[in-house]
């Protein structure tokens, strides 16, 4: 059963509503007027600001084969580290092209993802390419010096092996050693192989977006009008707050 006192109760909170709406629909040009100007600054920022684009290279680090032991030409992380050092420490807050992401994809032992963002797909793609062809460059090196050194032992492998041959008093076991010397440099033949030299590589094209990832213009737009709409309604009852209260000083 409802008493008076709930009655009563419902009836005020109706006719504070019939208020609240009443005191909008009075005010509702400024409300239009003060959303829309919102909105129209809103639309004039997002159009006026430089847009922002983004694109991302895979780069699958190089493997060696040692002794039938694959080991990369540079660690994952090592090399993550080294380009956020080279790019990203010391980038200048201005710079329009910079590179935004450097990390290790999960789930993968030598693939690494790079990110830049400049103000056109051009700009972006040219600085990848930099930075993937110093990578390869880097990297190449290092073969050719694991080249030379492999190549190093098999002079001196194939220097022992010929003095053993050529040598006249044959000791016991001499056989033994010339087995233990070919077979060393088949081992180390094999390791300079192409087979087993995998460089450093670009996995698929640079992925790019003909769309800016900045600004959002759409999201900028609705914010704006919804944030307008909400801060008009706001001042309307914040000045009606202050009349009333002028009002109940006199």
């Known amino acids: 059963m409802i008493n008076a006192n709930t009655t009563r109760d419902i009836e005020e909170d109706e006719i504070d509503l019939r208020e609240l709406f009443k005191t909008i629909w009075d005010k509702k040009v400024f409300i239009i007027v003060f959303t829309c100007v919102v909105t129209i600054l809103a ?6 600001k ?10 699958e680090i190089g493997v060696l084969n040692n002794n039938n032991n694959n080991f990369a030409i540079e660690n994952p992380n090592n090399l993550a580290q080294r380009l956020k050092i080279i790019y990203m420490n010391n980038i200048e807050k201005n710079k329009k092209t910079k590179v935004t992401k450097v990390q290790v994809v999960k789930n993968t032992v030598n693939l690494i993802e790079i990110d830049v963002e400049a103000t056109s797909n051009k700009k972006a793609v040219l600085m990848l390419n930099e930075i993937i062809n110093d990578i390869k460059k880097v990297h190449k090196s290092q073969i050719n010096n694991y080249i030379g050194l492999i190549n190093a032992n098999i002079q001196n492998l194939q220097k022992q092996k010929k003095e053993l041959e050529n ?5 016991d076991g001499s056989m033994l050693v010339k087995y233990n010397l070919i077979s060393k440099l088949n081992d180390l033949s094999l390791q300079v192989s192409s087979n087993n030299i995998k460089e450093t590589q670009q996995i698929g094209n640079i992925i790019v977006d003909d769309n800016p990832i900045r600004p959002k213009k759409k ?32």
């Open 43 to 48: 639309v004039g920022y997002a159009y006026m």
């Open 167 to 171: 040598e006249k008093n044959q000791f």
């Open 50 to 59: 430089t847009p922002i684009y983004e694109a991302k290279a895979f780069i």
């Open 219 to 250: 999201m900028i737009v609705v914010v704006a009008f919804i944030t307008g709409c909400i801060l008009s309604i706001f001042i309307v009852f914040f000045m009606q707050f202050i009349q009333g209260f002028k009002e109940e000083e006199k």
